[in-house]
């Protein structure tokens, strides 16, 4: 076992004040778990949430990397800068109306959703605090998972937005889509925070769990039949999908749109097809249709922490045009 990973064992075990061996044990039972798509680092992450546990290394700044940032953290500090601020955009709910802004924050190891709701967006947003460019610094925010599985920080009742003692020394993009320009690449050499486009054979699909609820009017995550504040509910699927070129694999999430168009079928199909998911049978019957097809699809690459490794969040995909492949061999000729 690597040092790093012992390590990690031992605080779990100290913490925890459960034997190292059965920590040990726990952490390669996990890694078995997941198929061998996380590293023995990202298994030991995985059991120390479980367990209420924070491994993540803090900056020399007092702040959590952003790349560090995981869902269930009750009290993060991060330092980002403000890349892109989406709204403010109004909502009603049976309890009268509300605003939300989106902020994406960026650090140089990877950037976050930023959510801020009602007198926050006042006190922050519309009275000018802070504007794209701008680095801050959060305070004792919580950390949820938003409606594309991906990590949320808010301030909640104790959190705080403070200006920083050093300015980010970090590029930001003008647009949260756009582009960086990579085009085809091999596997092997995608790399987080790049746009990509990649050609593979699908060889795997995890189907047990394909679809969450949100609500539609304030785009959050539903556990129940309904939004709580909104009374609404919509229904989404996502898929991940390993895809192999030859040179690697890579774990490749088909969010909404592009989960259907994976599939071939729509959600609200697919979700009676599967009885409001409790029988799944016809479902993965036909996901493992899809096994051994060979697709091309483009997307942003981020870092999984838990996993360990990289993935790739789809944004297109389209089958093979062999016609196009050999237009594309011959223009690197």
């Not at 040179?247 to 009885?275: H, N, P, Y």
């Not at 483009?298 to 237009?327: A, H, T």
Request: glycine share 10%; aromatic share 4%; with cysteine.
């Amino acid at each position: 076992m690597k040092e790093d990973v012992k390590k990690l064992a031992e605080k779990i075990s100290e913490e925890r004040g459960t034997d190292l061996d059965k920590v040990i044990k726990k952490i390669e039972e996990k890694e078995k778990e997941y198929n061998g798509l996380i590293s023995m680092e990202g298994a030991a992450h995985i059991v120390a949430k479980e367990e209420g546990l924070e491994l993540m290394d803090k900056g020399g700044n007092g702040s959590l990397e952003i790349k560090n940032v995981v869902s269930g953290m009750n009290s993060a500090t991060i330092t980002g800068k403000i890349e892109n601020i989406y709204g403010p955009r109004e909502f009603e709910t049976d309890d009268g109306k509300g605003k939300v802004a989106n902020l994406i924050l960026r650090d140089q190891t990877g950037k976050i959703r930023f959510s801020l709701w009602n007198k926050e967006v006042e006190a922050l947003i519309e009275e000018e605090r802070i504007g794209i460019g701008d680095t801050i610094k959060i305070e004792n925010g919580y950390v949820k998972e938003d409606n594309r599985g991906q990590p949320e920080i808010r301030l909640g009742r104790s959190g705080k937005v403070k200006e920083p003692e050093e300015e980010l020394d970090v590029e930001i993009q003008s647009s949260e889509s756009g582009s960086d320009g990579q085009g085809r690449v091999k596997i092997r050499d995608l790399v987080p925070g790049q746009n990509g486009e990649i050609r593979g054979t699908v060889v795997n699909i995890f189907s047990k769990k394909p679809f969450y609820k949100t609500c539609p009017e304030c785009e959050e995550r539903v556990e129940g039949d309904e939004c709580e504040e909104c009374g609404e509910v919509k229904i989404n699927m996502a898929l991940s999908v390993v895809v192999d070129d030859g040179s690697g694999s890579i774990r490749c999430v088909f969010f909404r749109d592009q989960a259907e168009k994976f599939l071939g079928i729509e959600t609200d199909e697919a979700w009676e097809m599967t009885e409001c998911g409790e029988k799944m049978e016809e479902f993965t019957g036909r996901c493992d249709e899809m096994l051994g097809d060979e697709i091309v699809v483009e997307g942003r690459v981020k870092m999984n922490d838990f996993f360990g490794m990289p993935e790739l969040l789809v944004n297109s995909m389209k089958d093979v045009d062999i016609k196009e492949e050999i237009q594309k061999k011959l223009e690197t000729v």
